[in-house]
């Protein structure tokens, strides 16, 4: 219920309004707004209109170390879908942005723990209504501010392949649990790479497809315009079933213009990439925080798609590179006008507004200190751009945008796919507790260059695993077409069926251990053959000397 305010009130609004009020003044704003706050307390005795839940479900638990070794799950639960459909059987990871009703949600921010959704994201009933079961929730890093896998009010989240490094980010906990084979399929989303990044990271595929082509309805946003979800998955197959389920539009979702009718991705995979051409964007590699040795085992896994057959050249799109400073302005003023001072949401747009969450965030700034540093410092800057230059720069990167969608669809008119690292290096060390707010703000944002272009050009891109470095996963990035997955998932097939990705792109290095081993074969043969003939010549000696003693002569075995 809103309360009628008091003369206080209304000079305290005035004074943030740049209102100078006399008494007679407020006296006549009450008088005009009474009827204005009765239209709001009726509003206020209506129910709300929201989606029904249909599936049976528990609040779940919370998981211990012992079954949650690389801090993956915030809470662990089980919530069956229907008896039959394609996912029947399938367990699903549910990133901790995205709502579930009954289920503890608190995006990786300790100001939105204790919150329980009333509604399920569209995302999570059409799985549901597939068969699958969703098993838990995953921990995200704070409000998905961070491309790492420490920001997260839980504690960091681990990297499957090596404790004590990044999962990528903010979808780590997806990442992991499909990694690590504690769930078939996971939910993620991708404001700026944080679908593809922890894919990445974690040796899985991760498609952030065409924007507005999977419903955004019931996940807390950052940024409507660049606002993805995802399929996350350990095989090709799952990943395009798992997409041709969730995606269409539901009716709520203002993201879904232009977004076209059921697709059967998962139907649309064999042929292959023989005749296929590939645009291999040159500055996508060694950009300044570069690895060498990422960059080479991407340019390798190029030459697989040779070898099928595909036309591979290289290309320059230069204005690749502006793309993080683009991205800037939007995802800035974006998280602090939209799911700061918006309260989760913003204002302008048809949508559905869950309004328990906007209650849960509003006044955050009494629990500001809170949030992560990464939070803190863009909500700063966000603030700070807002008050000495309004949104201009948020116009007119949006208006230059339109200038590097035109640069890529300037070569996707001339090739099927683009290609690139999906990440300039392999995972990073977490930073120590205790670290500086450099390091740990530096370890969020440093692996976004490739990335955060295609949430703004809205261009599907999914990372596919191709090799390791020092041990832990590399990813390399296909770009499509917009609403073109299906050409993306051809060639992702293509890859991932010529051969095992984790032992296809280490073939000098399983040539030496080869070499190595045979060395080691012969010499144990040559320690055997000597230990077995000092062991006849003792056995031979002896029954010599047995002879000897009877007047008989010794013979030189001839292998001996």
Same mark, same amino acid.
């Given at each position: ?9 209304? &000079?305290? =609004? $005035? *004074?943030?309004?740049?209102?100078? @009020? ?16 009765? =239209? ?42 229907? #008896?039959?459909?394609? @996912? ?36 999570? $009933?059409? +799985?549901?209504?597939? !068969? ?5 929730? %995953? ?8 491309? !790492? ?30 990694? @690590?084979? *504690? ?15 922890? #894919?990445? &990271? ?14 955004? %309805? ?21 990943? =395009? ?27 649309? @995979? ?14 996508? /590699?060694?950009?300044?925080? #570069? ?16 070898? +099928? ?16 400073? +683009? &991205? ?35 006044? &955050? ?106 041990? +832990? ?68 000696? #002896? ?10 002569? /010794? ?6």
């Amino acid at each position: 219920m809103v309360q009628y305010p008091t003369p206080e009130q209304i &000079w305290d =609004a $005035a *004074e943030e309004v740049g209102l100078a @009020l006399t008494e007679d003044d407020v006296k006549s704003y009450l008088g005009l707004i009474k009827p204005n706050i009765d =239209a709001y307390n009726m509003v206020d005795t209506m129910p709300d209109y929201l989606p029904a839940v249909k599936y049976p479900r528990t609040p779940g638990y919370f998981p211990g170390p012992s079954e949650n070794t690389r801090n993956a799950w915030y809470v662990r639960t089980s919530i069956k879908g229907a #008896s039959s459909g394609p @996912l029947k059987g399938k367990k699903v990871a549910v990133k901790d942005n995205v709502m579930v009703a009954g289920v503890p949600m608190m995006n990786g921010n300790s100001i939105l723990e204790g919150y329980v959704p009333d509604i399920d994201a569209t995302v999570v $009933a059409r +799985l549901l209504d597939a !068969g699958a079961e969703i098993i838990g929730k %995953t921990h995200c890093e704070s409000y998905c501010i961070s491309g !790492g896998s420490h920001t997260g009010a839980k504690g960091a989240v681990h990297n499957p392949y090596k404790m004590g490094y990044s999962a990528g980010g903010s979808s780590s906990g997806s990442g992991v649990t499909v990694s @690590l084979g *504690e769930a078939d399929i996971a939910l993620g989303g991708d404001q700026g790479g944080s679908i593809r990044m922890p #894919s990445s &990271w974690c040796g899985i595929y991760g498609m952030k497809p065409t924007h507005g082509l999977v419903p955004y %309805t019931g996940i807390m946003p950052i940024e409507i315009y660049v606002d993805h979800t995802g399929p996350m998955t350990a095989t090709v197959t799952d990943n =395009a079933l798992m997409l041709e389920i969730i995606a269409g539009p539901d009716g709520y979702d203002p993201r879904q213009y232009g977004t076209p009718k059921k697709v059967k991705y998962s139907k649309m @995979l064999e042929g292959g990439v023989k005749g296929m051409k590939i645009g291999i964007v040159k500055e996508g /590699f060694g950009r300044p925080e #570069s690895e060498a040795a990422s960059d080479a085992k991407v340019r390798k896994a190029v030459e697989l798609y040779k070898k +099928l057959g595909a036309t591979v050249e290289e290309i320059s799109i230069p204005a690749h590179l502006i793309g993080p400073a +683009l &991205w800037t302005p939007i995802g800035v003023e974006g998280i602090t006008q939209t799911m700061m001072f918006g309260d989760g949401y913003g204002l302008s747009r048809p949508d559905l507004y869950v309004t328990s969450m906007i209650d849960k965030l509003h006044g &955050w700034q009494l629990r500001a200190n809170e949030l992560s540093e990464t939070t803190k410092v863009l909500t700063t800057l966000g603030v700070y751009i807002k008050k000495y230059h309004g949104s201009h720069y948020y116009g007119k990167a949006m208006n230059i945008t339109k200038r590097l969608i035109e640069a890529y669809d300037a070569e996707l008119a001339k090739y099927d796919l683009l290609l690139m690292p999906t990440m300039p290096m392999k995972s990073q060390p977490l930073p120590a507790p205790g670290c500086s707010r450099e390091e740990y703000f530096v370890r969020a944002l440093e692996m976004i260059g490739n990335t955060c272009p295609f949430d703004i050009t809205h261009h599907p891109a999914m990372t596919v695993p191709c090799g390791f470095v020092d041990g +832990l996963p590399i990813g390399m990035m296909l770009i499509g077409k917009h609403h073109d997955e299906a050409t993306i998932y051809r060639a992702a097939y293509a890859f991932e069926q010529s051969g095992d990705w984790k032992k296809m792109c280490s073939r000098a290095r399983r040539g030496r251990q080869r070499k190595e081993e045979r060395g080691k074969k012969k010499e144990e043969r040559r320690k055997r053959r000597i230990l077995v003939r000092f062991i006849l010549f003792d056995l031979i000696f #002896s029954w010599q000397s047995a002879i000897n003693k009877k007047g008989c002569t /010794f013979v030189r075995p001839f292998f001996i």
